[in-house]
């Protein structure tokens, strides 16, 4: 009876505190997709070491100051960290050799030509080679152009040939699909977990990784893995794309791009998600990876005829709003000594990253048409003000409120959820010329229309 009892104690634990897998993981460059699938792993129930080589970083890390704005990731940093489940560091020796599986989490920034920069992928796989001492799976994580885990798996042999020593490894790949903003979310329920290798025992370790987060695993060969993270932001860049100009087409027949995009996501060839019309993406990754793509595609003589034209539409549209905002005051006296008042800086909602955001060209614009600018944001400012402190006729709000005053338009760029709650009617009374120009189909031209603005907005006709 006693037996039994143990047993069913045992049963009962073992399915309410849940048994994970427990990998000792290190992760190597600990940026967005670094800190997050690292925390993430650590959450179920791994020993994590977080490595990069920004010694700042780590010591924040190690005071439990997060570099990047997630929602929900310093909670998650600070318990993991408490439960000892993850390390940061700048050690690659001690940290090597006290882990199994190795996740390449480097950055894979564009060349000016747009090709990949792989120098530091190829500096993360010089110094495995130079540490490494037994068998480790070495994964790489980062968005790489097709064939780069060989060319690691070449690096780091080469590194081990240098030492005379005879070190065994197996390579993988595994990109990361999560969106900055809901990042956690993203890597803890993920839509599907691609892992690239034909070595059954890697295969087995990484399903036994990955399969407390989905069901949905799906294994293939590495060249396949590494090309479908391209395929799989492309085709949402194509999206965007497609969406802006069939956007702008709207605007000068003057139909309204939002009622179209309700006409076409109940086809379920096409999908309801991802059909909002804009001022382009942005990003470290989008812009990025399909200029990437481009190269991979003429590396092998294919002509990139569509991803060429993806990159191009969106490059005119993130000027877009700008030169509505110029042809409006064109016959007004010009941009030149007029206010304006940017709410949103970050390239989208939820993160303080400022790579390549739109908000960036919008500014650069104005300025150069002499215009004076207002810049607020909820979480950016700080990262904007890096970018933008050496430029002159700016001025730094930390309420959008007040960054209306005295404006002579809102010019809405990135969606935040606050600016639904501003009253509008209140503010349109502080401003000089009550206009708004919204560059994300945000608000309600007709509720505004009717607290007495002006309303121009990509893919909305301007009398409506
Ligand atoms: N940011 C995203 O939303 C996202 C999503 C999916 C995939 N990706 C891909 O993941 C990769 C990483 O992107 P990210 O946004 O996290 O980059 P990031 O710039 O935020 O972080 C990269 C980190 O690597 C560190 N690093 C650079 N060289 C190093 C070295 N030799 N040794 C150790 N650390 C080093 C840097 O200091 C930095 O902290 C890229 O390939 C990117 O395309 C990014």
């Given at each position: 009876?006693?037996?039994?009892?143990k047993?069913?104690?045992?049963?009962?634990?073992?399915?309410?505190i849940?048994i994970y897998?427990?990998?000792?993981?290190?992760?190597?460059g600990?940026?967005?997709?670094?800190?997050v699938?690292?925390?993430?792993?650590?959450?179920?129930?791994?020993?994590?070491?977080?490595?990069?080589?920004?010694e700042?970083?780590?010591?924040n890390?190690?005071?439990?100051?997060?570099?990047?704005y997630e929602?929900?990731?310093k909670?998650?940093?600070?318990?993991?960290?408490?439960?000892n489940?993850?390390?940061?560091?700048?050690?690659y020796?001690?940290?090597?050799?006290?882990?199994?599986?190795?996740?390449?989490?480097?950055?894979t920034?564009?060349?000016?030509?747009?090709?990949?920069?792989?120098?530091?992928v190829k500096?993360?796989a010089?110094?495995?080679?130079?540490?490494i001492?037994e068998?480790?799976?070495?994964?790489?994580?980062?968005?790489?152009?097709?064939?780069?885990?060989?060319l690691?798996?070449?690096?780091?042999?080469?590194?081990?040939?240098?030492?005379?020593?005879d070190?065994?490894?197996?390579?993988?790949?595994?990109?990361?699909f999560?969106?900055?903003?809901?990042?956690?979310?993203d890597?803890?329920?993920?839509?599907?977990?691609?892992?690239g290798?034909?070595?059954?025992n890697v295969?087995?370790?990484?399903?036994?990784?990955?399969?407390?987060f989905?069901?949905?695993?799906?294994t293939?060969?590495?060249?396949?893995?590494e090309?479908?993270k391209?395929?799989?932001n492309?085709?949402?860049?194509?999206?965007?794309?497609?969406?802006n100009?069939?956007a702008?087409?709207?605007k000068?027949?003057?139909?309204n791009?939002?009622?179209?995009?309700?006409?076409?996501g109940?086809d379920?060839?096409i999908?309801?998600?991802?059909?909002?019309?804009?001022?382009?993406?942005?990003?470290?990754c989008?812009?990025?990876?399909?200029?990437?793509?481009s190269?991979?595609a003429?590396?092998v003589n294919?002509?990139?005829t569509?991803?060429?034209?993806?990159?191009?539409?969106?490059?005119e549209?993130?000027?877009?709003?700008?030169?509505?905002?110029?042809?409006?005051?064109?016959?007004?006296?010009?941009?030149?000594?007029?206010t304006?008042?940017i709410?949103?800086?970050?390239f989208?909602p939820?993160?303080?990253d400022m790579?390549?955001a739109?908000?960036?060209?919008?500014?650069d614009y104005?300025?150069?048409?002499?215009?004076?600018?207002?810049?607020?944001?909820?979480?950016?400012?700080d990262?904007?003000?890096?970018?933008?402190?050496?430029?002159?006729?700016?001025?730094w709000?930390?309420?959008?409120?007040?960054?209306a005053?005295?404006?002579?338009?809102?010019?809405?760029?990135t969606?935040?959820k606050e600016f639904?709650?501003?009253?509008?009617?209140?503010?349109k009374?502080?401003?000089?010329?009550?206009n708004?120009?919204?560059?994300?189909?945000?608000?309600?031209?007709k509720?505004?229309?009717?607290m007495?603005?002006?309303?121009i907005?990509i893919?909305?006709p301007?009398?409506?």
């Amino acid at each position: 009876m006693k037996t039994l009892i143990k047993i069913f104690i045992f049963i009962f634990l073992a399915t309410s505190i849940h048994i994970y897998p427990c990998e000792k993981i290190l992760v190597i460059g600990t940026g967005y997709v670094g800190l997050v699938s690292g925390t993430c792993f650590a959450e179920k129930g791994n020993i994590v070491t977080c490595l990069d080589i920004d010694e700042e970083k780590i010591n924040n890390l190690n005071s439990l100051i997060i570099p990047i704005y997630e929602p929900g990731l310093k909670e998650l940093v600070e318990k993991n960290v408490k439960e000892n489940k993850l390390i940061f560091t700048t050690d690659y020796k001690k940290a090597i050799k006290e882990s199994n599986i190795l996740f390449i989490c480097a950055p894979t920034p564009s060349n000016e030509d747009g090709s990949c920069n792989l120098s530091y992928v190829k500096a993360i796989a010089k110094e495995i080679g130079k540490n490494i001492e037994e068998y480790k799976i070495i994964v790489t994580k980062s968005t790489v152009p097709v064939g780069t885990t060989f060319l690691i798996q070449k690096i780091i042999k080469k590194e081990i040939s240098k030492r005379e020593k005879d070190i065994t490894f197996d390579v993988a790949s595994n990109s990361e699909f999560l969106k900055e903003g809901e990042a956690i979310h993203d890597c803890l329920k993920p839509d599907r977990i691609v892992i690239g290798t034909e070595n059954e025992n890697v295969k087995n370790t990484l399903i036994n990784i990955h399969k407390d987060f989905t069901n949905n695993l799906i294994t293939m060969d590495i060249l396949s893995a590494e090309i479908t993270k391209y395929a799989a932001n492309a085709m949402l860049a194509l999206k965007i794309s497609f969406m802006n100009q069939i956007a702008n087409i709207c605007k000068n027949v003057g139909a309204n791009v939002e009622n179209v995009k309700k006409g076409i996501g109940p086809d379920k060839r096409i999908g309801k998600h991802f059909l909002n019309a804009g001022i382009g993406y942005g990003g470290s990754c989008f812009p990025k990876d399909v200029q990437s793509l481009s190269f991979i595609a003429k590396d092998v003589n294919i002509e990139p005829t569509l991803l060429n034209a993806i990159h191009r539409v969106n490059e005119e549209q993130k000027e877009l709003l700008a030169r509505y905002i110029d042809n409006y005051f064109e016959n007004r006296g010009g941009l030149k000594g007029r206010t304006f008042t940017i709410w949103g800086l970050s390239f989208k909602p939820n993160t303080d990253d400022m790579r390549n955001a739109p908000s960036l060209v919008i500014i650069d614009y104005l300025l150069k048409k002499g215009a004076i600018l207002n810049l607020y944001d909820p979480i950016a400012m700080d990262n904007a003000k890096k970018i933008l402190s050496n430029r002159e006729n700016i001025n730094w709000y930390s309420d959008p409120k007040d960054a209306a005053i005295g404006s002579d338009g809102i010019v809405l760029v990135t969606e935040w959820k606050e600016f639904n709650s501003i009253p509008l009617n209140e503010i349109k009374n502080t401003m000089n010329d009550p206009n708004i120009f919204d560059g994300r189909a945000f608000f309600n031209p007709k509720e505004l229309k009717k607290m007495g603005f002006r309303y121009i907005g990509i893919g909305m006709p301007d009398e409506l």
